[in-house]
């Protein structure tokens, strides 16, 4: 299975963005499906992850900004971004967590002040 991440773009702090991943085949539905994002000099971390039956976690740092979701019938995971602020700026990736499908090359987020 693999993944390609869309939806990123530049965008002013306040703003909002909605991120997808589609994954290749239909083994989507079977894995727990997550977003992480990568910082320069920092370590790639898990952003939200979305288990095949609809549960959601969250990073603490989001603060309740970003809404993790999926559409089984579309291989396709969401990760809808609001009040974005420029430390959420990144290469953001789409994964199973843990993450054991193919990476993608990401889409890149960076927020503005």
């Known amino acids: 299975v693999q993944v390609v991440e869309s939806g990123g773009g530049l965008v002013r702090s306040g703003e909002s963005l909605r991120l997808s991943c589609v994954a290749s085949g239909s083994t989507d539905a079977l894995y727990t499906m997550a977003w992480y994002r990568e910082q320069p000099g920092r370590q790639p971390m898990l952003v939200a992850s979305?288990?095949?039956?609809?549960?959601?976690t969250y990073a603490d740092f989001q603060e309740s900004r970003f809404t993790i979701s999926r559409d089984n019938t579309k291989n396709t995971a969401y990760l809808q971004m609001n009040n974005l602020k420029p430390d959420d700026t990144a290469l953001y990736y789409c994964n199973a967590y843990p993450p054991v499908l193919i990476w993608g090359e990401g889409t890149r987020v960076t927020v503005s002040s």
């Open positions: 979305i288990t095949p039956s609809g549960t959601t």
